[in-house]
């Protein structure tokens, strides 16, 4: 690196300290909420948020926004919000030449040119700092579970595009890493991750694949396996918005397994591609007045908004131990040749 970007990556890291973004936050006087150790019933209220992408040119104004939808969630009885992927990629505009990049990028039509996993290396832990004060802070300030969406994370040398759990007390529950990652990721020089997690919860477990992670029944039936109840969906998707393109998502997914899903958008245009999506809330058939599996979703698939639905855990377990297919499970044959063929398809 040269010395001046070594001066301007110092400056930036002062620029952005922890100290700063609390006091920031301390000002906005958010009311305290505090969510209880075990909830009331097996009802959870949760949101989703869909998200506009906006290059900030300052660190205020990011925090300002988060705080601002975690807020909106919060008065809608929230006790679970989930952010989209990607969700640090606005503070790209305190970089300086950013805004030229992106026009040349928005001009060429040739996104996986750019070299987002070596920007990454250099400005991640920057930016993780940044989302790990904020929504540590938001969550134990406004008492919510928070799937802060996931981030660039450089570790070892290489890139991971992560997603980051906070819990009501402010601790980070957890993180994972994108299995599935897509080719323009891949063209990006991101590294996937190799296991999924589910974290616990006071209302069950928690799991956050993320994106094209959801396109692959494999991904539910192992973090339902694993004592998932919720699965939260962060999702940027670089494509025109098609209704029929986007069940090959988190809807079939959750009829497969079956379990609860929640899907963050972030939307807008950036780098060269237009990003869509309708965050929503899903749930089993069986478990929707209209029979449709869908409890909530957002009217628009490029604008912000917020989705707010309650699920019934209860309901769920009753589902899971009278499930008419569920039974329909043959363990000897999947011991015998699933190992195999995911061994040799591997090699």
């Known amino acids: 690196m040269k010395f001046q970007e070594r001066l ?16 920031h936050l301390q000002k906005k006087h958010l009311p305290e909420r505090r969510q209880a150790a075990a909830p009331a019933s097996d009802k959870v209220r949760v949101a989703a948020a869909q998200v506009e992408f906006k290059l900030f040119k300052d660190v205020r104004a990011y925090v300002d926004e988060m705080a601002r939808i975690a807020s909106s969630a919060a008065r809608e009885g929230a006790q679970l919000l989930v952010f989209p992927e990607n969700n640090n990629y606005q503070l790209l505009g305190l970089l300086p030449g950013v805004d030229k990049l992106v026009k040349e990028a928005d001009a060429a039509g040739r996104p996986e040119k750019l070299p987002v996993a070596d920007l990454f290396r250099i400005v991640g832990p920057i930016f993780l700092r ?49 299995v599935h990652l897509m080719p323009l990721e891949i063209s990006w020089g991101f590294s996937p991750g190799k296991a999924f997690h589910v974290f616990p ?5 928690l799991a956050a694949p993320v994106c094209m992670d959801a396109t692959y029944f494999e991904t539910f039936r192992v973090v ?31 009829q497969e397994t079956p379990v609860y899903g ?35 979703e957002a009217k628009s698939f490029d604008r912000e908004e917020l989705v707010t639905a309650t699920l ?7 589902l899971r131990a009278h499930h008419p297919r569920l039974m329909d499970r043959n363990p000897e044959y999947l011991a015998k040749y699933l190992p195999w063929l995911y061994q040799a398809n591997a090699t």
């Open 201 to 205: 919860t006071a209302f069950g477990g």
């Open 224 to 254: 339902a396996a694993l004592g998932a109840d919720i699965v939260a969906i962060p999702i940027a998707n670089p494509e025109e918005y098609n209704t029929y393109l986007a069940l090959r998502g988190i809807w079939p997914r959750v």
């Open 130 to 178: 940044i989302a790990a004060v904020t929504f540590s802070w938001l969550a134990k300030r406004l008492g919510l579970y928070i799937v802060a969406g996931s981030f660039p994370c450089p570790e070892g040398g290489k890139v991971y595009n992560r997603a980051l759990i906070y819990a009501p007390d402010g601790s980070m529950l957890g993180s994972q890493d994108k």
């Open 262 to 296: 929640i899907k963050s958008a972030l939307v807008g245009k950036i780098l060269g591609f237009t990003l869509t999506g309708k965050a929503g809330v899903f749930s089993p058939l069986e478990l929707t007045q209209s029979g449709d599996g869908v409890l909530a």
């Open 312 to 318: 019934d855990l209860a309901a769920l377990r009753r």
């Open 8 to 23: 301007f990556f110092s400056y930036l890291t002062w620029r952005t300290r922890p100290a700063v973004i609390r006091r």
